[in-house]
């Protein structure tokens, strides 16, 4: 399973960050920092990343079915 990463974009006040993975925003309007991040981090825990969208038809890893 990859290594999922959250990236504060800008903060504290309003604090967005970012999945690296999928690129899903959260926020927190919390005035207290560290609550904000706990927040985001909170909503980035419970987030499930979306599978990396596999092409329409891929040729190339193509497997046997
Ligand atoms: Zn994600």
Do not use: Y
């Not at 560290?34 to 981090?41: D, G, I, L």
């Amino acid at each position: 399973m990859p290594e999922r990463n959250l990236r504060i974009i800008h903060g504290p006040n309003p604090l967005f960050a970012e999945s690296e993975q999928c690129h899903a925003r959260f926020t927190s309007f919390s005035v207290i920092p560290a609550e904000a991040e706990r927040q985001v981090r909170a909503a980035f825990k419970e987030h499930k990343c979306e599978e990396h969208k596999k092409p329409p038809s891929s040729v190339a890893s193509r497997k046997e079915e």
